[in-house]
């Protein structure tokens, strides 16, 4: 069975600090990839998403970044966080195209991230 | 444009009563999937649900049942003889290309 993992699971930083959250999935191949923000008490944001190793697809300008280094590994970065980056960060996974479970995404655990 | 629409920011219910969560979108597409996802206080997104638009036949699932309505739009969510367990914030979603398109989603609560 498919399972995806995000870490950390909560994180403090200060403002102007780098930020590097990981999200790695197993049991599936070549998935589609998506990173989403959700502020407090707020819906989901789409931040970023891949279809590929290396092919990244950015919904919302911002002082974030994405990669995909590896099929099953998303990182999501930033050089200089702001106090407008906290939030709670959720990974999620579907299947590729061609498989019948194409469309619904699977969610991580989400990782709280707060910025003081 | 792709939109999905939960105008119910928060229902408050007690234990056992019935309670159903709206869900209204606009889509450009002839063929979509709707799809309900249910996060409970801990955070993460627990898929419920999807539904392919030219299949309308309502779908039940122990005390869930979900009615989808081409004609208007809507895929309502109901949840029967609710309990305490269900209190969680309800998104709707509505397929776009390679990615998804949730609603504000719908807080509700369940007092014993």
């Known amino acids: 069975s498919q399972t995806i993992h995000q870490w950390p699971a909560t994180l403090v930083q200060p403002v102007g600090s780098p930020l590097s959250l990981e999200c790695t999935v197993e049991?599936?191949?070549?998935?589609?990839l998506y990173w989403y923000r959700q502020a407090a008490g707020r819906g989901l944001q789409l931040l970023f998403y891949s279809v590929g190793i290396g092919q990244i697809s950015s919904e919302v300008p911002q002082n974030l970044s994405a990669s995909r280094p590896q099929d099953r590994q998303f990182i999501l970065s930033s050089k200089k966080l702001l106090l407008s980056d906290s939030g709670f960060y959720l990974c999620?996974?579907?299947?590729?195209?061609?498989?019948?479970?194409?469309?619904?995404?699977?969610f991580g655990p989400g990782t709280r991230l707060t910025v003081t | 444009a792709q939109k999905v629409t939960q105008a119910q920011t928060e229902i408050s219910v007690v234990e056992k009563e019935d309670v159903t969560l709206d869900c209204v979108y606009e889509?450009?597409?002839?063929?979509?999937?709707l799809f309900w996802y249910k996060q409970p206080p801990s955070g993460e997104l627990v898929f419920l649900i999807r539904?392919?638009?030219?299949?309308?036949q309502n779908e039940i699932s122990g005390r869930y049942s979900w009615n989808f309505q081409k004609s208007t739009s809507s895929f309502n969510f109901t949840i029967t003889a609710s309990q305490v367990v269900d209190s969680a914030v309800y998104f709707c979603a509505l397929d776009d290309t390679d990615k998804l398109i949730f609603g504000t989603g719908t807080r509700l609560q369940v007092f014993p």
């Open positions: 049991g599936t191949s070549n998935p589609n």
């Open positions: 889509t450009r597409d002839t063929t979509y999937y």
């Open positions: 999620a996974w579907s299947a590729p195209a061609q498989d019948p479970r194409t469309y619904e995404q699977y």
């Open positions: 539904r392919n638009s030219f299949d309308e």
